[in-house]
């Protein structure tokens, strides 16, 4: 086959390619710096976890515990909203956004319900698919802002909104559980900042100066939450809860609101300064965050069950930084491509069968032939 005729062949072939790209959407091309950051804050997510049982016995855990719930969720939740950005109503985003974020919910809402029954000895625990258990609330308010995504691009002032909303959530006690809506809503100012980033902004975090100012940054961070464990009451960093079931003056919810909004977006910006925009040996692991997430919450529930940290050795230096050694450790197992692809049948599911077809007189393009 001449040259001449090869290019021919190659230059037909280009335009399907493109087109293919274009109906099943672009060919993703993973961005080592976000699949660092996702999988640097599961592994802090992890770990304050890990944490929680040894708080009321170590003032310099607790600390950390505070800086840690500070920022880890919000850098998490930031990420996703920026990644939301591109999400419309069509078929193949709801489709995505029901087997990834829909399906897993139920699924790990029913797991952890029966896992559960056996590690807290309530072996008559109820069903609740309006009540997320444990680690699930994530998914459900995931589920929420997405669907809320074109909103937040229309409106004028998206952030300043989604703020107000926070800030009335912490007024208001008697949301109740549903979908945990409090912590939802609380939470809901970092992701539609998300929404609002541009890759920019990111670049602006990742400067040389920034990252040397990060430093100072958090040991004075440390330095405060160190002072303030005796003084105040981390469940603020929860985002569960109205000021008046934390015991505080209602008008305590909104200022708290903006003050750790503030906070947060400080340490969120230290915390990608140090993140490596470059392909590292856990890069890969980045895509398997939330199983991770999901996952770790078993092992959990298990040492609680039987008891580990009653053992005196965990609650000393040594032994607290076991703890977190392990707890990383557990987590980077668990977001490891062997382990995806044991769980991708409930984690990410085609589902086919559950849909309909879609037609270019949907709005859909077609696939080229082949």
């Known amino acids: 086959m001449s040259d001449a005729v090869r ?19 672009p060919a993703k091309q993973r961005d080592a710096f976000f699949d660092n950051a996702k999988y640097l804050a599961i592994v802090l997510v992890a770990i304050g976890h890990a944490w929680e049982p ?6 310099t855990v607790t600390a ?14 930031v990420i996703s909203g920026y990644f939301s950005r591109g999400f419309e109503a069509t078929p193949g985003r709801i489709k995505r956004l029901l087997t990834g974020v829909a399906v897993p919910y139920v699924v790990f809402e029913v797991a952890y319900t029966l896992f559960t029954r056996w590690a807290d000895n309530e072996p008559d625990r109820a069903f609740s698919l309006l009540d997320p258990l444990y680690l ?23 952030l300043p909104i989604a703020l107000g909303i926070a800030m009335l959530a912490t007024l208001t006690p008697s949301i109740g559980k549903d979908l945990d809506l409090q912590r939802m809503l609380q939470f809901l100012p970092y992701f539609v900042l998300g929404l609002c980033l541009k890759p920019e902004h990111f670049q602006l975090v990742r400067r040389r100066e920034v990252r040397l100012l990060a430093v100072p940054v958090f040991a004075s ?23 008046e079931q934390l015991g505080a003056p209602g008008w305590y919810g909104p200022l708290m609101t903006l003050a750790l ?29 939330l199983y991770g997430y999901l996952l770790h919450g078993f092992g959990m529930q298990t040492v609680n069950h039987f ?28 977001c ?35």
């Open 136 to 158: 699930t609330w994530f998914l459900a308010a995931l589920f929420v802002w997405r669907l809320t995504t074109p909103i937040w691009k229309v409106v004028r002032w998206p």
């Open 7 to 25: 290019s021919a062949e190659r230059a037909a072939v280009r335009p399907q390619r493109a087109a293919a790209g274009t109906a099943e959407g």
């Open 261 to 289: 909004f503030g906070c947060s977006l400080v340490l969120v910006a230290c915390f990608l300064a140090w993140v490596p925009g470059r392909a590292m040996w856990f890069t890969a692991l980045g895509a398997g965050t």
């Open 54 to 59: 040894l708080r009321s016995e170590s003032r």
């Open 307 to 334: 008891h580990v940290y009653d053992n005196g050795w965990l609650h000393r230096p040594l032994g607290e930084i076991t703890v977190t050694v392990v707890a990383a450790v557990v987590v980077t197992l668990l």
């Open 64 to 77: 950390f515990y505070m800086i840690v719930y500070c920022f880890h969720m919000p850098a998490f939740i």
């Open 336 to 370: 490891t491509a062997p382990v995806r692809r044991i769980f991708r049948c409930v984690m990410e599911p085609k589902m086919e069968w559950a849909f309909r077809r879609t037609t270019p007189a949907a709005g859909v393009a077609a696939r080229p032939p082949a």
């Open 221 to 243: 961070a440390l330095v405060v939450a160190y002072w303030a464990v005796p003084r105040m009451n981390y469940a603020w960093f929860f985002h569960r809860t109205s000021a």
